[in-house]
């Protein structure tokens, strides 16, 4: 099958792009669906995300990138996928089809810095984009080149849709675009099979326990209002996995424990007394192996509580573990989400839908979303450059949520990356103090 990308400027606006004709290649996920709806029924409001690929080499040029992208998209067309019209008022019948002509003078931008701002520049221009909606008529990413805000390299963001992308297929779209060979990002992933008694027995036992209200914050700044704002902390991959060897916990329970003393140092005096935790919705993969190189969106959320009023690190640390091994007792956990994703009947009320999709901005029900994407398996490389580290830009629910956290991975480096609403005081402060989480476990 012949695909050309159309250099330059994008020749037609959004509004008069020629209709994708035939029937749509394979149908919408659940998942898909969820943030589809939510979109449509909420207008202005979206859910994306991006990482940030950085380059130790300042002579890469929007050219270049966009002759690297153009024989990446020949190679995967799952990139090229973009949403069909739908059959009616409603999205049925809408499905995931190839756009044969994507244009990379929209898909692949660059943006002059102000020169030697360095990372102050860096972040002003993650804010600007994260408020610029990507266009759900093409294909559901976007990249921009940064270049000039420091003499030895520059950056280059990928921004992506959660109506296509969940998590996993990040790795999979960044392993299509910049990874050295063609075989699967994933590994390892579960199978699921039919849920038992007791796995029922489990669901109705939280259904009937009700979900408690989280506890609220006075240091958020009131209701959630003004633009998506990241910030972000470094470290090494090892050092999570040594403190976690230490302490009979995962990578995953050290990431969330330095999160939750994070929270506690930054809003210190209103953890005088315990009282109700903060809660965090944290994202599962409900993927199984023959779904790992799919595009599309199959995570479940679980809420967990962040045990901040404790002051102890290792023993909030020791708290995280101890619940993240009741979600995962028995080694069933996703067995029933599993099986509730694979149900949802394609005529399932979109408003149900979105409601799903926004669950994670329930500011009644949790404070954050704590997201985990796992370690990209690298190296990465753009136009013949290596890729040396990669920052996150974690998905905010704008105008709902105060915060969303994530953790990100390429190799030997992890990044914590936090995605604030610009009405949170001082939440340029998390990054550091997270930091500051895993000197005192370390």
């Known amino acids: 099958m012949t695909q050309t990308f159309v250099d330059g400027a994008p020749r037609t606006s959004p509004a ?24 449509r029924l909420n207008p202005g409001e979206r859910l994306e995300a991006g990482v940030v690929l950085c380059v130790d080499d300042p002579t890469l040029t929007v050219h270049e990138l966009r002759a690297h992208v153009a024989t990446r998209l ?26 044969h002509e994507p244009s990379l003078g929209y898909h692949v931008n660059v943006e002059e810095l102000p020169a ?65 060979d063609r075989e699967p990002a994933l590994r390892n992933l579960p199978t699921f099979g039919a849920p038992t008694r007791r796995d029922y027995a489990r669901m109705a036992s939280g259904l ?55 929270l506690r140092t930054w809003s210190r005096t209103e953890w005088t007394r315990y009282g109700r935790p903060v809660h965090a919705v944290m994202p599962i993969s409900l993927r199984t192996p023959a779904e790992q190189e799919i595009l599309s969106n199959f995570t479940f959320g679980v809420r967990i509580p962040l045990p901040c009023a404790e002051p102890d690190p290792r023993r909030r640390l020791a708290r995280v573990a101890a619940q993240t091994r009741r979600i995962k007792a028995g080694g069933r956990m996703g067995t029933i989400e599993r099986r509730i994703l694979d149900r949802v009947p394609p005529n399932a009320s979109p408003r149900m839908l979105a409601g799903v999709a926004a669950s994670g901005s329930r500011a009644h029900e949790v404070a954050l979303v704590a997201s985990n994407t796992g370690t990209m398996r690298g190296p990465y490389a753009i136009a013949g450059r290596q890729v040396r580290t990669l920052i996150g830009m974690p998905p905010l629910f704008v105008g709902r949520q105060h915060l969303s956290v994530a953790l990100f991975g390429l ?13 949170v005081p001082r939440h340029a402060e998390l990054a550091d103090r997270w930091l500051a989480e895993l000197a005192a476990l370390d």
């Open 16 to 39: 008069t792009r020629p209709p994708l004709t035939g029937p749509p290649l394979r149908p919408l996920t659940s998942g898909d669906r969820a943030f589809l709806h939510f979109s």
């Open 74 to 99: 020949a190679e995967a067309p799952a990139l090229t996928e973009r949403l069909s019209p739908p059959t009616g008022r409603s999205a049925a019948g809408v499905g995931w089809q190839l756009d």
């Open 116 to 180: 030697g701002s360095g990372q102050d520049g860096l972040r002003e221009a993650m804010d600007r984009i994260a408020s610029r909606p990507l266009d759900l008529n093409r294909p559901l990413w976007r990249i921009w080149l940064l270049r000039g805000h420091r003499p030895d390299g520059v950056e280059v963001v990928y921004r992506f849709s959660h109506i296509h992308q969940d998590g996993a297929a990040l790795h999979q779209a960044l392993h299509l675009l910049f990874g050295l």
């Open 208 to 262: 009937l326990r009700g979900i408690p209200r989280t506890r609220q914050l006075t240091s958020w700044g009131g209701p959630p209002h003004g633009g998506a704002r990241h910030t972000w902390a470094i470290a090494e991959l090892d050092r999570l996995r040594r403190i976690a060897r230490r302490n009979a916990a995962t990578v995953n329970d050290v990431y969330l424990a330095a999160v939750a003393g994070a």
């Open 411 to 423: 190799d030997a480096h992890v990044c914590a990356a936090f995605t604030a609403s610009a009405s």
